[in-house]
């Protein structure tokens, strides 16, 4: 019987890893930074921290540390600063499942508008707060996804580039 190819195996386990964690930065509620991130760990664990080094890694988890930090304490400031709620958080989110089946614009901006608003309307809020705390939930949802995003394109970036021989 043939030996595993442990090496390749992880290389494609961590690009598909990878893939995963990029799309889920677009989703509200998806675990994109720390997919990333497991990518690379299975990529330099696979091949016996070879070209991934322990030093590297320590530099991507620093990175992907601080960026759920960030991710996460802005949201919520913006989410406390203008009172929305957990209802206009969940009303966004079904907003964005339903619009995905709609169209993109409808899917990341539409949806979570009329979701975040419907929802803090059935929390019993007025129409003019829902209205604020469903624009609220959007822009908290979209400053994070642009924080997300630059960071899986700095972690991605760097590993491609450790890849080459570059860093």
Not at 151 to 157: E, P, S, T
């Amino acid at each position: 019987m043939d030996q595993l190819d442990v090496p390749a195996i992880s290389s494609i386990v961590a690009w598909i890893l990878i893939g995963f964690g990029i799309i889920a930065i677009f989703l509200p509620f998806g675990p994109s930074i720390p997919l990333i991130w497991l990518g690379i760990f299975v990529y330099a664990f696979g091949h016996d921290w070879s070209t991934i080094t322990q030093s590297f890694m320590a530099l991507i988890t620093g990175i992907a540390l601080f960026t759920i930090f960030l991710d996460y304490t802005l949201y919520r400031f913006g989410i406390r600063k203008f009172r929305a709620g957990a209802w206009g958080v969940i009303g966004a989110i079904v907003g964005f499942i339903v619009g995905s089946f709609i169209n993109p614009f409808v899917q990341f901006v539409g949806g979570p508008v009329l979701g975040a608003i419907a929802f803090e309307s059935l929390r019993g809020r007025d129409q003019v707060f829902s209205f604020k705390a469903g624009n609220t939930t959007v822009v908290a949802f979209m400053g994070g996804t642009i924080v997300k995003l630059a960071a899986a394109v700095a972690i991605v970036g760097l590993f491609i580039l450790r890849l080459r021989g570059n860093v």
